[in-house]
């Protein structure tokens, strides 16, 4: 069965550490891959996606996520944290065939960031 | 532009009672999808429209749940007789076409069946 696994529940950091929230899928091909945060109050937002190519993907504020193959993982990184950047971060996938763009979650990775 | 807006924001409903939500995608996005965020089961994928092809109804939990999108813009997701199982925070999504491109998201509908 196709899943998402997100380890961590729940990270703190110091706000200006390094982050690095992990992610590992389970499916048959490579999927597309995404990360998308929520802020308290606000709607899921993307970071950044991977379908194919470089396996080091840019996204916004910051972020970046580097897929893996060998080992099904889609690891999401930021090498200074703001405290703004709390909130909850979920990795999800979805089918390269059909085109339908259905995503699976992962259940998501909480970050609270300390002053 | 404006986003995709959803209403109610917040709806309290008494178990056994009928309930409608509402999703008012990006305009011109052809693709809306339905996901519904709970406590115990997390983010999951209910139902997904792409212009006038039949939607893939694959993620509605039972039959009380059904969804239709009227002149390919607004969706009303309905759940009937209401159980306290679906207590959650209802989302709407939109895409310009499916697949690849970026879903945005709307601010959701907080659902609570007494």
């Known amino acids: 069965a196709q899943s998402v696994t997100q380890p961590d529940i729940h990270i703190t950091v110091s706000e200006g550490a390094s982050l690095e929230l992990r992610c590992n899928y389970s499916?048959?091909?490579?999927?597309?891959l995404f990360w998308y945060v929520q802020s308290p109050g606000q709607g899921l937002q993307l970071l950044l996606k991977?379908?194919?190519?470089?396996?080091l993907v840019q996204g916004i504020k910051g972020f970046e996520a580097e897929f893996k193959r060998s080992q099904s993982s889609f690891n999401l990184r930021k090498p200074s944290v703001h405290w703004s950047d709390a909130a909850e971060y979920f990795c999800?996938?979805?089918?390269?065939?059909?085109?339908?763009?259905?995503?699976?979650f992962g259940q998501g990775t909480t970050l609270q960031v300390k002053p | 532009g404006a986003g995709v807006s959803q209403s109610p924001s917040n709806k309290v409903t008494e178990k056994g009672k009928d309930v409608e939500l509402r999703c008012d995608p990006i305009?011109?996005?052809?693709?809306l999808y339905w996901y519904r965020q709970s406590l115990g089961q997390g983010l999951e994928f209910l139902i997904y429209?792409?212009?006038?092809?039949?939607?893939?109804k694959s993620g509605l939990p039972s039959d009380r749940f059904s969804a239709e999108r009227t002149g390919g813009s607004v969706s009303t997701l309905t759940i009937q007789r209401t159980q306290q199982e679906d207590s959650a925070v209802y989302l709407c999504?939109?895409?310009?076409?499916?697949?690849?491109?970026?879903?945005?998201f709307g601010p959701g509908t907080r659902l609570l069946v007494l």
């Open positions: 499916y048959g091909a490579t999927p597309y």
């Open positions: 999800a996938v979805a089918s390269p065939s059909g085109n339908t763009g259905k995503l699976i």
């Open positions: 991977y379908f194919s190519g470089d396996t």
């Open positions: 999504a939109s895409s310009s076409l499916a697949g690849v491109e970026t879903q945005y």
């Open positions: 305009s011109g996005h052809t693709a």
């Open positions: 429209f792409q212009g006038n092809s039949a939607p893939d």
